[in-house]
């Protein structure tokens, strides 16, 4: 039976769609409600915040005095923030921006408790072909992706050795549907047949040597489906063939 990880989280697009006071409200409010669900629902195990330091800065120097709060949930691994600084685009800078980016954006993350250690580059239009050696330079393992891989480069897998010009190499899953197929997770039958079934058909297809599949269900600047938990209780009892996780209470391993 294949598992199924649903992997809760927001996409945050700070640097190109808002500006600096939207943005600001966005996050006070969604980061805030965010912490509010983690401290107080045992059931909902994790939550992943895109990857970027930055945001932690950001929502800081507008609620200074939930520092705390913060740190315990990051330290608690419930919200999952880190390598990067900020989510850069790696073809149109020098490799030096990405190497201090993600310096930076560790530093921060670890010095809150924890910095995810997965290459997570969910929106990127693009990949610099040295980011698997950079990677290991800071002992990440595992890269995963969106764009710059076309479909007939993957050879019908996911799952893939991500190798730079110098021959270092990371374990890369491809996010083939994007990272937000599960945004509107539902166990209602329609949902289930219309839409769930015909993505698991698809991811499994392209993950034929591995048992996991991963579904991102998040968005751009989404709040924390505080629903989660009970639909995914639903899905295990209807028996699909699948077996759906929430985040945080599995590892999902890249092989």
Not at 10 to 20: K, V
Not at 64 to 87: A, C, D, M, S
Not at 192 to 210: A, H, Q, V
């Amino acid at each position: 039976m294949k598992k199924v990880h649903i992997v809760s989280h927001s996409h945050w697009d700070r640097e190109w769609y808002f500006n600096l006071e939207d943005s600001n409200l966005l996050l006070g409010e969604n980061l805030t409600y965010l912490m509010g669900v983690l401290e107080n629902r045992e059931d909902y195990p994790s939550y992943s915040f895109d990857a970027q330091a930055s945001i932690i800065d950001e929502y800081l120097n507008i609620y200074p005095e939930n520092k705390n709060r913060l740190k315990k949930l990051i330290t608690n691994k419930k919200i999952f923030v880190g390598p990067w600084y900020t989510q850069a685009d790696s073809l149109l800078i020098n490799k030096e921006s990405l190497i201090r980016n993600l310096q930076y954006g560790i530093d921060i993350c670890e010095n809150f408790g924890h910095s995810m250690s997965v290459g997570y580059l969910p929106d990127i239009f693009g990949q610099n072909q040295y980011l698997p050696s950079i990677f290991k330079g800071f002992e990440i393992d595992d890269a995963i992706f969106q764009r710059g891989v076309y479909t007939d480069q993957l050879k019908g897998n996911l799952n893939f050795k991500w190798s730079s010009p110098d021959g270092i190499e990371v374990r890369a899953n491809n996010i083939y549907l994007g990272y937000g197929p599960g945004k509107f997770l539902d166990s209602s039958d329609e949902y289930i047949e219309g839409k769930l079934l015909p993505m698991l058909k698809k991811l499994e297809i392209l993950n034929t040597d591995c048992e996991d599949l991963l579904l991102p269900a998040g968005g751009d600047q989404v709040l924390i489906r505080e629903y989660f938990p009970k639909v995914i209780e639903e899905l295990n009892q209807k028996n699909l063939g699948y077996e759906f996780i929430l985040h945080g209470r599995t590892s999902l391993k890249i092989r």
